[in-house]
């Protein structure tokens, strides 16, 4: 008698520890659901293997369908272990479940995907339970409908809490954001699970159009609708003016002393920077938006114009900042196809005399002044077929004579001509009537004469005519424009 | 295997830019041991995997902002590591000469017309203006000095001068004078070292080597960079103040020295004849291509260019640095000596090399620490020697340049290493002996002259009693973009890979060329 009497419960005496975690768990979703709040570092710790250990009745319980078909059509032997297979499954959703609520009520989580997912796992822990008990009562032969039926429901309950969990680590998005177009089309267009833009937030407000997009793109997967850690919400102006538990994250006027623009600016390594956990970061420019944005009241309604206008964020240095040329090598190149393969012989012959004014042009800068005497007509003759390009050049203390004026005269981009201490004369200064862009003539310490000056009066763009040491006299008698050029 | 022939070729097509020679790959891997391979191996395996580890942390700043490659590609002919190279984009000047005032001369006797503080002068300073602040010397509660000398106005553009500079004077419309220029090294050495390395640590290439690595140098028979020193004593900076860092040596400045043989040793020793010196530096050359064919390292190239420039240089250094070729008028226009070291001498040494083609030349003229520790350190008596003694030769070096039109593509700059304080120094808390300014790094003023600089200009501006910046700072590494910019360059794009990362003149906070200076 004792033995019947007994024998259920001894039966199913190893269940009787599920049930009573399983009614613990949900005792605890009951009393003490996740809110938003951090608490101690032991619940996190044990939280943190949460993710782990959700892993084991997944496969477990997809194991199960497909040994119990195995069993049935190709050999008995797949039914063997299923019953054990789920007990194993029924006490790893058991224990993640709990693992579960330790982090969710430790970790500061909360909202309505927390919630869902929650109450997914705890109905997969005991449907799978539930399963275990019909599984081990019937005929491993002939399964009972009901027993097949709640398989069934597990296994649709595993797939939905797996994905609500997915969406709570890794964004609602996970699973659908890098979906090919088609597929796209045919599931439809997704539908928004977050819709923030509320009147006032709208497009022509400053917060609305630069500040909310920020916090929707690196912010509100944790900080949103469906989960606020720390209880901040950043998907609406108000959640965001509210704060989180440790109070106000924003102090209008004052960026610096802000608790978010604090954290979104602390050193990555830093435990309180954000956007944590290798979450998108915010660049740059995005940081100093919301720096300026907080500076100026981190109104809501603040039109982007008058947040422009505003003084101190007038770009004031715009006006005199330089730009640095961005180098288009193909361009350079090809501009330099004519006068590469003559600059690389001529540079064989007289090396470090000639060579191209930047890496941007194809234009030539000439210096044979520290060749000096070494330096002479029949040197200068090589540059020759060079002489289109020339744009400088400084013959100062060479040994060039008139003979090379012929050569000069045909460097038609000239800007700048140095003929310092040589032994040229009025001859070779007559010649350069054609140099219509030369800007600055070197005839210092030279026998050059004031006769030559009325060349130089056809040269319109001529600033500078340096004649000290010359045979021009200092009160030479000129047209004033010409006057003013003479430098002694 | 292969990977270490492949590794090693690619640190020799960087050695050797656009060669590949397999060949020199197998010789290096021959004058490799096992032990050599096996260690290299271990560490490549290692920096492999830390590699992986730390690819998120390697984005430099300008790939972590997507502005494209952020290096131009210095590649020197190894066989002439000073040719000439074209600067990114038009330069504005082609060679600078820069006139370090050792010591910081004080901007409040000289360029920083101050009538408030004339007011106040011999009252307390007030105790705003010591909070929280470091001085070398000051203690307690100094009291305000006003300045020194009588102030007027200049020129066509009315900038006020001082009465210590008459010569320099009748240039201030071409100088274009920053009062607004701030550092945060206060003591001597680190700030010159900021002035001219961009960094207050030694081991930093200098301004200079920056400009020759970037640019090479047009007289190949002169060093590019050369360094003359008057006023009896090397800057407290030392030598570093023209060293090369991390660059290849060969970019160095090169010291000389203004009087007797410009360059020790240049000669061969008697009866050692110039062919017979020839044929020891071909034999020396060969064996020393040889080691570099060996083992690739590029100083073996330096020292082979610095045995042929020495040969060059024999006869156009002696030439170029003796002044006793200049005619008496000249010498006398800049208040040279023959035979003695001085400030003089150098400027009219620096024009002879400015027109000669050499890139960089660095003048150095100690003894402006105007303390009022003793009669050399004062403000009222060896400050007005300091004056003296460059204000005549820098108004005739301006002038010389002028009148050949290099001024137009000459970049002159005047300035020390930090300015001095509005109060005046109480060293030991005592009213001292002399009058003097303790050291202030929070302004001090510069001047720039020619190649590509608005003349006539005063930039800046600092408050009433002329000691901090109120408008327009101008960082030390501002300073040094600007420059870099007449010169032709992107101060982000000339950076030389070391230490992992891309080292830059102006260091890693962000710097700007300061266009309001620009002509």
């Known amino acids: 008698m004792n033995t019947s009497l007994h024998s259920p419960l001894q039966r199913y005496r190893f269940a009787v520890v599920p049930v009573l975690l399983l009614l613990l768990v949900t005792a605890l979703l009951l009393l003490a659901p996740p809110d938003g709040i951090e608490r101690g570092p032991l619940l996190q710790f044990v939280g943190r293997f949460h993710p782990l250990a959700v892993h084991f009745p997944i496969a477990l319980l997809f194991i199960v369908p497909l040994f119990e078909i195995l069993g049935r059509k190709r050999n008995a032997a797949f039914l063997l272990p299923v019953n054990f297979l789920l007990m194993l499954a029924a006490g790893g959703a058991i224990l993640s479940a709990v693992l579960g609520w330790c982090l969710a009520r430790g970790g500061g989580y909360s909202g309505a995907l927390i919630r869902q997912h929650m109450w997914g796992g705890l109905l997969v822990a005991t449907a799978s339970l539930v399963c275990w008990w019909l599984r081990s009562r019937g005929e491993a032969a002939a399964p009972s409908r009901p027993y097949l039926a709640l398989l069934l429901l597990a296994i649709v309950l595993i797939s939905f809490t797996g994905y609500k969990g997915g969406q709570v680590a890794h964004g609602e998005t996970h699973l659908t954001e890098f979906l090919p177009p088609p597929l796209e089309r045919w599931l439809g267009p997704p539908t928004p699970l977050t819709s923030i833009s509320a009147v006032g937030e709208g497009p022509s407000t400053f917060y609305g159009a630069r500040i909310q997009p920020l916090f929707e793109g690196h912010c509100v997967t944790c900080h949103g609708q469906s989960k606020h850690k720390a209880g901040l919400r950043l998907d609406s102006y108000a959640g965001l003016m509210r704060g989180g538990k440790h109070g106000p994250v924003i102090k209008p006027g004052d960026s610096k002393s802000s608790e978010l623009f604090r954290r979104i600016t602390l050193p990555q390594s830093d435990d309180d920077f954000m956007p944590k956990d290798n979450k998108k970061l915010l660049s740059a420019s995005e940081v100093k938006l919301i720096e300026r944005w907080i500076a100026e009241g981190a109104s809501r309604t603040l039109s982007a114009e008058t947040l422009a206008a505003l003084p101190g964020n007038a770009p004031s240095q715009d006006a005199a900042a330089v730009t640095f040329p961005d180098i288009d090598p193909a361009a350079v190149v090809r501009e330099r196809t004519e006068v590469a393969p003559i600059l690389s012989r001529v540079q064989l012959r007289l090396p470090n005399i000639v060579e191209y004014e930047s890496r941007t042009s194809a234009d030539l800068m000439v210096n044979a002044s520290w060749r000096g005497s070494k330096f002479g007509d029949d040197e200068l003759a090589e540059l020759a077929a060079l002489s289109p390009s020339i744009v400088t050049a400084d013959f100062s203390g060479t040994a060039i004579t008139d003979r090379s004026a012929r050569v000069i005269a045909a460097m038609r981009k000239l800007r700048l001509l140095r003929l310092a201490h040589t032994a040229i004369t009025d001859s070779t200064i007559e010649g350069l009537g054609t140099l219509d862009q030369l800007e600055s003539l070197s005839v210092f310490d030279t026998r050059v004469t004031e006769s030559s000056l009325s060349v130089l009066t056809r040269l319109t763009n001529l600033r500078r005519v340096y004649a000290g040491g010359s045979k021009i006299p200092h009160d030479v008698a000129v047209p004033v424009q010409v006057r003013e050029k003479l430098v002694f | ?519």
């Open chain 2, 1 to 519: 295997m292969s990977d270490a022939i492949s590794r090693i070729l690619a640190e020799l097509s960087k050695v050797l830019p656009g060669e590949t020679q397999p060949e020199r790959g197998f010789a290096l891997l021959e004058a490799q041991t096992r032990r050599h391979f096996l260690r290299s191996a271990t560490g490549g395996l290692g920096a492999m995997f830390l590699g992986t580890l730390a690819a998120p942390l390697a984005l430099s700043a300008e790939q972590a902002t997507g502005e494209g490659p952020a290096r131009i590609d210095i590649s020197h002919d190894p066989r002439s590591p000073l040719g000439v190279l074209p600067p990114q984009f038009a330069p504005r000047a082609k060679r600078v000469i820069y006139l370090h005032m050792a010591g910081a001369p004080s901007q409040l006797e000289l360029f920083e017309h101050k009538p408030e503080l004339t007011r106040f002068d011999g009252q307390d300073c007030p105790a705003s203006l010591l909070a929280g602040k470091r001085f070398a010397f000051l203690t307690g509660v100094p009291k305000l000095l006003g300045a020194q000398y009588p102030f007027h106005q200049a020129g066509q553009s009315g900038q006020w001068i001082s009465d210590r500079f008459p010569h320099l004077e009748r240039h201030i419309d071409g100088l274009c004078v920053i009062r607004s220029m701030r550092t945060d090294q206060f003591n001597h050495a680190p700030a010159q070292l900021l002035v001219q390395t961009g960094n207050p640590r030694i081991g930093y290439p200098s301004l200079g080597s920056w400009v020759v690595y970037g640019l090479g140098t047009e007289n190949q028979n002169l060093p590019g960079f050369i360094v003359l020193i008057s006023g009896g004593n090397t800057p407290d900076g030392g030598k570093q103040l023209w060293g090369t860092g991390f660059l290849p040596s060969v970019y160095q400045g090169v010291q000389c020295r203004s009087h007797g043989e410009p360059v020790l040793y240049l000669n061969p020793p008697p009866r050692v004849s110039a062919p017979e010196r020839r044929r020891v530096l071909d034999a020396t050359e060969e064996i020393n291509q040889q080691r570099f064919a060996e083992f690739g390292n590029p100083e073996t190239l330096t020292r082979i260019a610095q045995y042929e420039m020495s040969f060059r240089m024999q006869m156009d250094a002696t030439d170029a640095l003796d002044i006793r070729k200049e005619p008496d008028s000249v010498r006398t226009s800049y208040g040279c000596k023959l035979g003695e070291s001085s400030f003089a001498n150098n400027c009219l040494v620096a024009r002879r090399l400015a027109e000669r083609g050499v890139r960089f030349i660095q003048l150095y003229h100690w003894g402006w620490d105007s303390h009022g520790a003793s009669a050399r350190e004062s403000l009222n008596l060896g400050f007005v020697d300091r004056c003296r003694e460059v204000d005549q030769p820098i108004a005739a070096l301006l002038a010389d340049l002028k009148s050949r039109g290099l001024l137009e593509d000459t970049l002159i700059v005047w300035g020390g290493e930090f300015g001095r304080t509005s109060m005046r120094e109480n060293r030991g808390g005592q009213v001292m002996k002399f009058v003097g300014r303790d050291h202030n790094p929070g302004a001090f003023t510069l001047w720039m002259a020619g190649g590509g600089v608005k003349p006539g200009l005063a930039f800046g501006q600092t408050d009433e009693l002329g000691y901090e910046v109120v408008k327009d700072p101008v960082e030390v590494r501002d300073l040094h973009a600007t420059m870099l910019y007449l010169l032709g360059f992107d101060h982000r794009k000339l950076n030389y890979p070391f230490q992992g990362l891309e080292q830059k003149l102006t260091g890693v906070k962000p710097a700007r060329v300061v266009a309001e200076v620009l002509a």
